[in-house]
Every structure is written in structure tokens, then in C-alpha cells.
């Protein structure tokens, strides 16, 4: 298995509070993903980062924002956090390779986040 | 804006029979498919991964295929058993430049076998 933890595992909160998930690697991988996965819609890119300090919007990044300092550790923020992003959050991570040999994702084993 | 649907939804099938789950997708300008396993409660594994350029792979009991130009992929799972139930997702990864490795998912078939 891919060495990426995700902390919190479980975290509960309330509305309006700010929220910080992390995402670690030990792989040394250039490519990191946050996704969130909610009945019905399937997993969903949030952000994603390309390498330190470079990041980017994916399909749902209204209300976050990311952060990526080291190699090893993407955050994912919460500025103040809704109802709505009760939700399952995942990390992933990729190496990029050669073009033409493709490129696998691996996943973390999420973070189960409520806001009340 | 890709869309991937994966059909059937969910699937109860007895142990050792073959199934096939399929997955289409909308814009053929894909860069890799995956297929992916995830368990109740957990996070996904990756299964198989065919790069656009390629017609199939496989791996043990598994064999996915990719036909880029109708936008179609199969996951072909042999002599089925009951450590095979799970829910399976299909994911495209877009093709290039900004797009590069996001993933855009179908919503899942949820397997059953049982004994």
C-alpha cells in the first residue's frame, strides 16, 4: 500500500469553525489530490497541487483552499465551515512519469468530516 | 464537461459466475481509465490502469478493456467470489496540460456475491 495518512480520521464540528484536514506521504510523489465523496454525486476533485506551493482548483473548490509547503504534506482548509461540506474527504496522491506510461492514483483512507 | 456513467448500479451475482461492469464516458479525449475497489468504509484501490494508447489489461482474475473512440470500458471479473463484493468505480483522467490526472468518476456499481 501506498504510505498516505490522512488526520483527522473523524472529526465533528460546528458551523462557521475553521477546519484543517492533512494529507502525508512517504512516497516522495510530485501529484496530490483532495477529493470528497457524497451519496449520489461520487467523488469529486476539490483541489489538487502539481509540486510545492503549486496548486489549483478542481470541480467543487468553492469554500476551500489548500496549502502545500513540503513534498510530503497537503492541507486542506475549511475557512469557515457549512452544513454542506459534511462529507467523506480524500487524498490521493500520483507520480509523474514519462509520457505515454500512464499514471495510477493511490488513495488515502479518508477523513469523515460533519458540521452541525 | 466529462461525464462517466457506470451501469449496472448495483449487481448480486452467486459465487463463480463472470461478470462484466461497464463504464462510458462522454469526451473521448481521455489520457488513462481506471478502475478502482473500495470496501465500506474505506478508501480506494486501485485495480487496473489503461493508458489511452492501449486496448485492455489485466491483472489475475480482472481484465478491463478501453475503446476510446465510443467512449466505453468493461471490467470483466472471472470465477467471482465473495471477498469480491464491493463497490467498483471507473475514473478518466483528463488529457493533458491542466487537466492532467484529474479524475472525473462514475458514481459506482455495488457488487454482491454471495456463498
Known amino acids: 500500500d501506498a504510505g498516505i495518512t490522512q488526520s483527522p480520521r473523524h472529526k465533528v464540528t460546528e458551523t462557521g469553525t475553521p477546519v484543517t484536514l492533512r494529507c502525508h506521504q512517504t512516497?516522495?510523489?510530485?501529484?496530490m489530490y483532495w477529493y470528497r465523496q457524497d451519496p449520489g454525486h461520487g467523488l469529486r476533485l476539490i483541489h489538487y497541487?502539481?509540486?510545492?506551493?503549486?496548486?489549483d482548483k478542481g470541480e467543487v473548490s468553492d469554500g476551500y483552499s489548500v496549502s502545500r509547503s513540503k513534498t510530503e504534506d497537503f492541507l486542506l482548509t475549511l475557512e469557515s465551515a457549512t452544513s454542506s461540506q459534511t462529507s467523506v474527504y480524500f487524498c490521493a496522491i500520483s507520480e509523474s512519469r514519462l509520457a505515454g506510461e500512464g499514471d495510477t492514483q493511490y488513495f488515502g483512507p479518508g477523513t469523515r468530516l460533519t458540521v452541525l | 464537461k466529462q461525464e462517466v456513467t457506470q451501469i449496472p448500479a448495483a449487481l448480486s451475482v452467486p459465487e463463480g459466475e463472470n461478470l462484466v461492469l461497464n463504464c462510458s464516458f462522454t469526451?473521448?479525449?481521455?489520457?488513462?481509465l481506471q478502475w478502482f475497489r473500495q470496501d465500506p468504509g474505506k478508501g480506494l484501490t486501485s485495480l487496473l490502469l489503461?493508458?489511452?494508447?492501449?486496448r485492455e489489461q489485466t491483472s489475475g482474475r480482472l481484465n478491463a478493456s478501453l475503446d476510446k473512440s465510443s467512449g466505453r470500458s468493461t471490467l470483466y471479473i472471472a470465477a467471482s467470489q465473495p471477498g469480491d463484493s464491493a463497490t467498483y468505480l471507473c475514473a478518466v483522467s483528463g488529457a493533458g496540460g491542466t487537466s492532467y490526472g484529474k479524475l472525473t468518476f462514475g458514481q459506482g456499481t455495488i457488487l454482491t456475491v454471495h456463498p
Open positions: 489503461i493508458q489511452s494508447s492501449q
Open positions: 469526451d473521448s479525449a481521455i489520457y488513462n
Open positions: 497541487s502539481y509540486g510545492v506551493k503549486d496548486t
Open positions: 512516497e516522495n510523489h510530485r501529484y
